[in-house]
């Protein structure tokens, strides 16, 4: 009787025991099933401008603009260069073929102006030579003045330099080398200033297509200051080189000269009108930038300098290289923290300014 009351409680309890393992395995989770993770998919981002699109700073004055070259989606940046209008105005060409690749966010927020669209292959590099010229005909039969525009199988003149660079009024300048390329025989030659009379040259001599040779007899009452410089083929084609001759006051008004620059310094003033980039963003403990400006004598120029409020920069040793008399740039090294506006201007190698561009350079 114990015997059989002992296997029936071993029995219960193993009754039991199956009971509460049965609970506990249904509370646990199957081993093969799984979790679902939503899936993040990234916000498509469509660029603003396409390759070709000339877009501005429309607070910026100057003449230059972006050329968009391209956008790369992986990276998020446009690739760019500079490019520059000619002298009708029309866009362009590139000083070099230098790009850089900068932020879409950047571009997009900065230069907000589109200026245009250009095919990016057909954009040169260097200055152009031929210039679509426009005259003025007049109608003899109705004195009416007709706009026309002169065509020729030629090239346009076009002006690099001019020696002297200036003359006194109340003078006769000789000018021994007045150079550039496409001179025909029979130009003429002429300085223009705008409310002054125009100052037509004498004893023009076309010595070869790139040399010419003549006189300027600047009146007493010349206005003093930066003339323009101006050489018309005989088909009519002309090139005007802007400020490229200066006037001074001479000696039939009393002034008191005082020495402010050491001997052999070059007098010949630079202008500046043009610099890109006109805004450099600082990363590290330095920054390089390389300013490309245009003007007017840069050759007389040996650096660029920046001036700050509190800090002066200068062109790093051997980096000016002047590109001609309208064209020249040079390497900074920037520190950090030197941030601010800045001056840029052109200096001889007796640290004299020879000319200041009017808009701030920003460093950020």
């Known amino acids: 009787m114990k015997k059989t009351l ?16 049965a609970g506990c395995s249904d509370s646990t989770t199957p081993a093969d099933s799984t979790s679902t993770e939503p899936t993040v998919t990234a916000a498509s981002v469509t660029a603003l401008y396409a390759a070709g699109d000339i877009v501005k700073n429309p607070k910026s004055s100057s003449k230059a603009g972006l050329l968009i070259l391209g956008y790369d989606a992986g990276t998020d940046t446009y690739e760019r260069a500079y490019i520059y209008p000619n002298t009708d105005g029309s866009w362009g060409y590139r000083l070099d073929s230098k790009t850089e690749k900068v932020s879409r966010s950047t571009i997009e927020t900065m230069y907000t102006e ?29 004195s009416a003045t007709v706009a026309t525009t002169t065509t020729s199988s030629a090239p346009a003149p076009r002006i690099s330099d001019i020696e002297p660079g200036s003359g006194k009024t109340g003078t006769t300048v000789s000018i021994t080398a ?24 004498s004893s023009v001599s076309v010595s070869s297509p790139e040399l010419i040779t003549c006189k300027f007899a600047i009146p007493s009452d010349a206005g003093t200051g930066v003339w323009n ?38 007098t010949k003033k630079v202008t500046l009108y043009s610099a890109s980039p006109m805004i450099v963003y600082l990363s590290g403990s330095s920054t390089s930038a390389q300013f490309d400006v245009m003007g007017t004598n840069l050759s007389s120029a040996t650096n660029l300098k920046l001036v700050g409020s509190t800090h002066t920069l200068k062109g790093t040793d051997g980096s000016y290289a002047s590109t001609g008399t309208q064209g020249a740039r040079a390497m900074f090294s920037i520190p950090s923290g030197y941030t601010g506006d800045y001056t840029l201007t052109a200096i001889d190698s007796s640290d004299t300014v020879l000319g200041t561009l009017s808009e701030k350079i920003s460093i950020r």
Do not use: C, H, M
């Not at 002992?6 to 509460?20: E, Q, R, T, Y």
């Not at 200026?115 to 679509?132: D, F």
């Not at 080189?241 to 052999?264: D, K, L």
């Open 6 to 21: 002992s296997v029936f409680l071993l029995l219960a309890i193993l009754v039991i025991a199956s009971i509460f393992i």
């Open 114 to 142: 589109k200026s245009g669209t250009i095919e990016v292959s057909a954009v040169p590099t260097g200055r152009p030579t031929t210039v679509a010229t426009t005259t003025a005909a007049t109608t003899a039969t109705t």
């Open 178 to 201: 007045l150079k550039g390329k496409y001179f025909v025989s029979g130009a003429n030659v002429s300085l223009t200033k705008k409310g002054e009379t125009t100052i037509v040259a």
């Open 229 to 266: 410089v101006v050489v018309t083929n005989p088909d009519k084609q002309a090139y005007t080189w802007q400020n490229g001759f200066t006037i001074t006051q001479g000696s039939s008004v009393a002034t008191t000269t005082t020495t402010s620059s050491t001997p052999g310094t070059s």
